[in-house]
């Protein structure tokens, strides 16, 4: 049996599916090749904290123009 992908492997599925932007050749070969939930979970959660990170920042500077 092959090994699960690594966790930069990981991370760039979940970015790449939180774009939206995911080929199903890709979903599918990610599919039967099983990923490590832990490692899926932690770049979630990292791509969440970024990304209110930036919108944060955005409303910041867009209130301070003001």
Request: charged letters at 20%.
């Amino acid at each position: 049996m092959a090994d699960k992908p690594g966790f930069l492997y990981s991370l760039k599925a979940v970015l790449w599916s939180f774009v939206g932007l995911r080929r199903k050749r890709d979903f599918d070969a990610d599919d039967r090749q099983g990923f490590n939930p832990v490692h899926v979970i932690i770049a979630a959660l990292l791509a969440v904290a970024v990304f209110i990170g930036v919108l944060i920042t955005i409303v910041k500077f867009v209130v301070a123009t003001q």
